[in-house]
């Protein structure tokens, strides 16, 4: 027995249609199904209106024969009926009018006027339902007469309005005959069939017109995604591409989206061009430790063996080293998460009041010989969007920088103040050796020093000041630095703040936040 294998492939992915296509169909579609129905309701109406008009036409007949007829007090007769519907009677014979006054009265006469339309067809029948007068030939028979009425007929090529009335003696109120009044509606077709004729044509417009106006619109609106798309094409192929979308002069959602997509590409910019920077910067801090523990190690490995002295300064050497590695690879850490500090700590928020005055005391602390001078002009309790440790960690920088730099002048000056606008400015002053106005600008920078030689031998890196800005930016904030050479320095911050009702919402928020995490044994502490 033959065993059937089944393969089973992947699946036939559908045919690609544009967008663009999409689009221009969904509009042309949609406006021409409008046109269609407006069409109809329009012709609806149209055929309603005419067909009344046509409906009043044959009931007046109706009604003006029937006035005619109704002073006869017996059976209708062929010779009575005639002259009454000429407007003339027998006993108006012996005086007739000239011949311009009987053509007057004959266009003037409502009777002779129906019964001159081409359409319209005037029966007069007896009592006995025999045809006695009949102004043309119709192929309708008088049916039943239920008093006047006026009915749509469709019998062979007839198609029209066919009307009905008794007629009763105006003397003794007997019945003495009937009216039919039939109209074939051919100018009532003939319009109807024209505007039809219409409406198609114009609807056949209607479609090309629509699917033309949706393409082009699609083509509009559709023009920024296209961008984006190229775009990403670009970023694809070079990651390092500096392409960016050019900005639309449209204040709309499409707009919106071309300056976020931009504003995606340059962080991702940023955090290449960081990450390219971030190994640059290791490897070449990273040089000088790592050749001064070779050189030491090699030292051990011929003559430190036997030789205690060289023993003992090569291992402090190499600890020393070590250290200042470890303190180099975590400052990089930090300045590398710096601008992460939106995503890891959304809600946070900081009482500058009380950071600061907490960073004042603990450096009056650590530092007796110097004199901390805390100017505090705010006047209530001032919130800002920030991670406490980041403020603390920024406070702690800058104020570790000025005593470091202080020469003779051991004095500090630190200032809290409400800047203009909505937001917090802080100070820190010292009085040391001060920044010459060619490396202000670069003061910033990563591992840049003023003097790289004291700079080593105060134990900094030249990251520190590069992480106090990274995360005041973060913040939204602003840093700046005035200095004087020989004179001291003056490190301004700008931070914009929130209300109380806004610090409590976002606490709410956070411990809401933690609430809901899942605890676990282990507590992740941020480096930050």
């Known amino acids: 027995m033959a065993i059937k294998q089944t393969v089973t492939g992947q699946k036939k992915k559908s045919p690609r249609i544009s967008l663009k296509v999409k689009w221009a169909v969904t509009v042309g579609v949609g406006i021409f199904v409008t046109f269609v129905t407006f069409s109809m309701i329009l012709y609806g109406a149209m055929r309603q209106i005419l067909l009344n008009q046509e409906r009043r036409t044959v009931t007046d007949t109706l009604s003006t024969v029937v006035q005619r007829l109704s002073p006869v ?11 009454r519907l000429e407007g003339t009677t027998a006993s108006d014979q012996p005086s007739l009018p000239a011949p311009s006054e009987s053509r007057e009265r004959i266009f003037s006469d409502s009777v002779i006027q129906k019964l001159a339309q081409a359409d319209v067809s005037v029966s007069v029948f007896s009592r006995d339902r025999t045809n006695i007068f009949q102004s043309r030939d119709t192929p309708i028979t008088l049916g039943k007469v239920h008093g006047t009425e006026v009915q749509e007929s469709h019998i062979g090529d007839f198609n029209g309005l066919v009307g009905t009335a008794p007629i ?10 009937y009216v039919q009044v039939t109209n074939k509606l051919t100018a009532f077709h003939a319009t109807m069939h024209e505007i039809t004729l219409l409406i198609v044509g114009l609807s056949f417009a209607a479609v090309l017109i629509s699917i033309l106006i949706g393409y082009i619109l699609a083509t509009r609106f559709l023009k920024p995604i296209r961008l984006i798309t190229n775009a990403i094409d670009v970023v694809n192929e070079e990651p390092e591409s500096t392409v960016r979308i050019p900005a639309l002069k449209r204040n709309d959602e499409l707009g919106d989206l071309v300056l976020e997509f931009n504003g995606m590409l340059d962080r991702i910019q940023r955090y290449i061009d960081q990450q390219g920077e971030f190994v640059q910067d290791v490897s070449h801090e990273l040089r000088t430790p790592v050749a001064i523990l070779e050189g030491h190690l090699q030292l051990l490995n011929r003559w430190g063996k036997d030789d205690p002295e060289v023993l003992d300064e090569s291992l402090k050497a190499s600890l020393q080293e070590i250290t200042r590695m ?8 930090d300045l590398t998460r710096a601008d992460q500090v939106d995503v890891q700590f959304p809600n946070a928020v900081v009482d500058v009041h009380k950071t600061v005055q907490q960073v004042v005391a603990d450096f009056r602390m650590i530092h007796p010989d110097f004199t901390f001078t805390l100017d505090d002009d705010l006047e209530k309790t001032t919130y800002v969007r920030m991670y406490r440790n980041h403020l603390e960690q920024v406070m702690i920088i800058l104020m570790d920088n000025a005593v470091k730099y202080s020469t003779t002048r051991k ?3 630190v200032s809290m103040a409400q800047s203009s606008g909505d937001g917090v400015a802080l100070a820190v002053q010292d009085f040391g050796e001060g920044i010459a106005e060619a ?3 670069r003061v910033f920078n990563r591992f840049y020093r003023v003097d790289k030689a004291r700079s080593r031998e105060k134990g900094g890196n030249g990251l520190g000041l590069s992480i106090a800005q990274q995360l005041i930016e973060s913040y939204h904030g602003q840093i700046e630095v005035d200095s004087a050479l020989g004179h001291g320095s003056i490190f301004r911050i700008d931070l914009p703040t929130i209300t109380e009702a806004k610090a409590k919402a976002l606490k709410a928020q956070e411990e809401a936040k933690q609430a809901a995490a899942p605890k676990s044994g282990t507590t992740i502490k941020s480096n930050l």
């Open 439 to 441: 490396d202000r600008h």
């Open 326 to 333: 470890k303190s180099l690879i975590q400052e990089m850490l």
């Open 411 to 413: 004095e500090i000056h």
């Open 168 to 177: 009763y003696s105006a003397t003794n109120s007997n019945l003495i005959g």
């Open 73 to 83: 007090s017996g059976d209708l007769t062929i010779a009575q009926v005639v002259p």
